[in-house]
Each structure stands twice: as structure tokens, then as C-alpha cells.
């Protein structure tokens, strides 16, 4: 039964992909034009995120709304700025609803529900306003972005994928691509210099490609060897692709 049938109140996590207009699905388009109002995730009140940019090729500019969200909180974990940043978010989005909305879209970089703030803000909506039906639509994401245009096959036959962040730290990056599993590592820009030691000692480096700031005009996509040490932005990408032999070898 739709938890929402009741009220007809209707929040929707719309995935805009990872940064390029184009990347957006016809859905998504259609559900960010229907809605009420359009949150979008900033790091502070005056400062545009990239699902805002993204969203304003589509949204006319009085139907959007900053919501301020810890994105890049280096104080790990579920740290009180972010906790905050939850409730208050969701504070939004009722009052919203108070006012007669019907539908509230929140535009979420990739995919809503894949390592996106969504999740967080659905749940306490959902805790706040029982009454109201959550739903996603799904956004293409950084690392499908990455392989198309690095020309980097993701995974082939029976090959695994491996998909983490590596924001606390490389540990577990280093164990994944000791396995045969084609490895992608999200948000490990302040890790580089570590990321590519791992990707060195597990000889994963020459295959390896990444890519920072994808769509925007100042994006970076090179081979992972490349990486020169020095940190890159918070949203960096990076795929290292299981080891293949023979055409077909893994089918």
C-alpha cells in the first residue's frame, strides 16, 4: 500500500548525474519540472553546488531551494554537523509540505541511492511525516561517466565489481584490489598520494583511470599513473579494472 495514499504528499530523490546537463535521464527531467519545489545540496547558503547547476538547465530559478548539508565534513562519521544538517534539511522539506506542496524533489549528484545524502534526508522525513511517500528515480553515475569516456570497460564475463568510498582512509582499497574484482574507489581526493601507493604495490596502477569534477569545464579524466602526489577534489573517481587476458577469458 502506498504509505503516501492518505496525504498525497510526495518527496522524490532524483538523480542528476555526475556533473554534465546531458547525463540527465528524460524521468528525471519530468519529475523536477512536476515538483512543488526542488532542494538542492550546498556546502553553505551562497555557494551553488553542482546538482544545482545541473538542475537550473531544467528547473525555472524561483522553484529552487539550498539546502545545507556537510558534503565534505572531514570530521568522519555521523558527526553532529551532519546530524544537524539532516534534521534541518527535513525541517525544509515539511514545512514545504505545510504549505500545500504536493511534491518536494530532492536532486541528488549520480544516483539517490548510491552513497547520496538522500538516504538520510528520507529517513527523517519519513520519522517527521509518516505520511509521506518517499521515491527515488535513478541517475547515471560518476564512475559509468568515467569508464564511457576513459574507454575503460567496468566489468566483462563473470568479473566482480568492487564500489567503496575511500574516505576513511585506503585500507580497504588496498584489500579490494588485491582480489579479481574490477575495484572503483569514490571520493578519495585527499587520499591520492595513498591511493596510488596501493595501486602500485598491488600492481593495479598501469590499468588504473580517474577522473575529478566530471562535466564541469574544469574536469580532469588521465591514467592513474599520472596522479602526482598532491590532493585532488573531494569528488574524484577512480576505476582499476580487473585483469584480463585472453578476449573472452572470463565468460
Known amino acids: 500500500m502506498d504509505p503516501g495514499a492518505g496525504t498525497g504528499r510526495r518527496l522524490v530523490g532524483v538523480g542528476v548525474g555526475p556533473g554534465d546537463p546531458e547525463l540527465v535521464t528524460v524521468r528525471a527531467v519530468r519529475r523536477l ?48 554537523r551532519r546530524v544537524q544538517a539532516w534534521d534541518e534539511a527535513a525541517r525544509t522539506v515539511v514545512r514545504h509540505f505545510d504549505a500545500d506542496a504536493a511534491t518536494v524533489a530532492f536532486a541528488t549528484i549520480g544516483d539517490p541511492n548510491i552513497y547520496s545524502t538522500f538516504g538520510y534526508l528520507a529517513r527523517t522525513v519519513r520519522e517527521t511525516a509518516p505520511g509521506v511517500a518517499v521515491e527515488t528515480v535513478a541517475g547515471i553515475t560518476a564512475m559509468q561517466d568515467l569508464a564511457t569516456r576513459s574507454g575503460t570497460v567496468l566489468v566483462e564475463g563473470t568479473e566482480p565489481l568492487t564500489l567503496l568510498p575511500v574516505t576513511a582512509g585506503v585500507r580497504r582499497l588496498r584489500a579490494a584490489l588485491e582480489t579479481d574484482a574490477t575495484v572503483v574507489a569514490y571520493k578519495f581526493g585527499r587520499h591520492a598520494p595513498d591511493v596510488r601507493e596501493a595501486l602500485r604495490a598491488t600492481g593495479r596502477l598501469p590499468d588504473a583511470v580517474h577522473g575529478s569534477r566530471l562535466g564541469l569545464p574544469d574536469e580532469r579524466i588521465a ?7 598532491e590532493p585532488l577534489p573531494y569528488l574524484s573517481t577512480l576505476i582499476a579494472p580487473a585483469r584480463r587476458g585472453e578476449r573472452g577469458g572470463k565468460l
Not at 519545489?37 to 538542475?55: F, Q, S
Open 33 to 80: 519540472r512536476e515538483a512543488d519545489v526542488v532542494l538542492v545540496p550546498v556546502m553553505a547558503p551562497d555557494e551553488p553546488g553542482r546538482a544545482e547547476a545541473t538542475v537550473r538547465c531544467y528547473v525555472p530559478d524561483d522553484r529552487i531551494e539550498r539546502v545545507v548539508f556537510a558534503l565534505n565534513d572531514r570530521g568522519g562519521g555521523r558527526s553532529a
Open 223 to 229: 591514467p592513474a599513473a599520472e596522479l602526482d602526489g
